[in-house]
């Protein structure tokens, strides 16, 4: 199994210590979901917009378990296991450091078609948390369809179904 797919991702970050401020982000690309095993992967290009243009992340989902991997000028990797704490590597701009993600709540519903996962996270560096966050992931299979081919075979029309 290896889909093309469109993967809407809704990242939140709230800031305790600044009124309960918060800062969203939200992306809607195209990517690669796959299968290994007993695990599903899903891998998507970062672009300029995100501030991490040549870099492409990876998620390998698993049974109650998300890891985030980022490979590139900017990598990273960040597991998420409900109820668990792990340190992770976290490189920035401005440097590489270790981060504490203690993840409250992961949901995960996917199969050979896609799905949704949710992650309601916390992140800590020098064991001091820096906010709460919320991750939203939904993957969907990116069919093709030449519904409104015009004979030139240069129109194409993408469907998600």
């Known amino acids: 199994m290896n889909k093309d797919v469109i ?3 809704k990242g939140t970050q709230y800031y305790e210590d600044i009124d309960f401020s918060m800062d969203s982000i939200e992306l809607v690309t195209a990517g690669k979901y796959y299968k290994k095993g007993k695990n599903y992967y ?7 917009m995100t501030g ?4 492409t992340t990876t998620l ?5 378990k998300v890891t985030l991997m980022r490979f590139g000028p900017k990598s990273s990797q960040l597991i998420f296991e409900e109820g668990q704490k792990h340190l992770c590597h976290y490189d920035t701009p401005h440097g590489a450091f270790t981060v504490g993600v203690f993840s ?4 995960i ?10 992650v309601d996270y916390l992140i800590e560096v020098n064991q001091i948390k820096t906010g709460k966050n919320d991750l939203y992931m939904c993957i969907r299979e990116a069919n093709l369809t030449n519904d409104k081919f015009n004979g030139s075979g240069k129109d194409t029309d993408y469907t998600i179904s």
């Open 104 to 107: 409250n709540e992961v949901n």
């Open 42 to 48: 899903v891998t998507y290009k970062e672009t300029e």
């Open 60 to 64: 390998k989902i698993e049974d109650g």
């Open 52 to 55: 991490m243009e040549g870099t």
């Open 7 to 9: 993967i809407s991702v």
């Open 109 to 118: 519903n996917v199969d050979d078609f896609g799905g949704e996962m949710t």
